[in-house]
T-cell receptor, first 115, second 114 residues
Framework: DAGVIQSPRHEVTEMGQEVTLRCKPISGHDYLFWYRQTMMRGLELLIYFNNNVPIDDSGMPEDRFSAKMPNASFSTLKIQPSEPRDSAVYFC?????????????FGDGTRLSIL | AQSVTQPDIHITVSEGASLELRCNYSYGATPYLFWYVQSPGQGLQLLLKYFSGDTLVQGIKGFEAEFKRSQSSFNLRKPSVHWSDAAEYFCAVGGGTGANNLFFGTGTRLTVIP
């Protein structure tokens, strides 16, 4: 089975530009999670969806960040406008069902650098 | 509230030596516990998980972990480390029905020396 697919793998852009990160979860998984990983703060949960509906976005740092899941096989995380402090590795993960007892399957991440 | 503590930021072991990575959790009910490994430039890969039953769980790549409720711990072990085990290791706790998140520790970076 294909795993979680993220694109692009690397993104370098200038401050102020719009950035869109993409994720395709594993087919059949009901939950999709977006994380950010930095040296300073480790792995942070930004937002997660259940059946395409955002459930908890309390981890989204600012209004500059937005996430959508228009269908079961696609999600985007958008930053507009981007700032240097947004530089990080962004991971998407998906899991089956509910209960916190299902392992999450991670993509390989998008390494974002804002100049 | 759930939380996970990994007390060791960085551990160095010699190849062939045994390994134990510590994980302590805080959760009011029976936790669901996981260990993940992250190699450079890659995402997190599940090593093993504990839901219930036998408190010693076996995972991939020769790893095992033991759930100790009395100590609120879920330490990861491997009897003989290989150079390819060098990576970052994350412990995570899930909260059961109604709690869909996993809460991750800050990770332990493992260096393996020849």
């Amino acid at each position: 089975d294909a795993g979680v697919i993220q694109s692009p793998r690397h993104e370098v852009t200038e401050m102020g530009q719009e950035v869109t990160l993409r994720c395709k979860p594993i087919s059949g998984h009901d939950y999709l999670f977006w994380y950010r990983q930095t040296m300073m703060r480790g792995l942070e949960l930004l937002i997660y969806f259940n059946n395409n509906v955002p459930i908890d976005d309390s981890g989204m740092p600012e209004d500059r960040f937005s996430a959508k899941m228009p269908n079961a096989s696609f999600s985007t995380l958008k930053i507009q406008p981007s700032e240097p402090r947004d530089s990080a590795v962004y991971f998407c993960a998906s899991s089956r069902a509910t209960g916190g007892n299902q392992p999450q399957h991670f993509g390989d991440g998008t390494r974002l650098s804002i100049l | 509230a759930q939380s996970v503590t990994q007390p060791d930021i960085h551990i160095t072991v010699s190849e062939g030596a045994s390994l134990e990575l510590r994980c302590n959790y805080s959760y009011g009910a029976t936790p669901y516990l996981f260990w993940y490994v992250q190699s450079p430039g890659q995402g997190l890969q599940l090593l093993l998980k504990y839901f219930s039953g036998d408190t010693l769980v076996q995972g991939i790549k020769g790893f095992e972990a033991e759930f100790k409720r009395s100590q609120s711990s879920f330490n990861l072990r491997k009897p003989s480390v290989h150079w390819s085990d060098a990576a970052e290791y994350f412990c995570a706790v899930g909260g059961g029905t109604g709690a869909n998140n996993l809460f991750f520790g800050t990770g332990t970076r493992l260096t393996v020396i020849p």
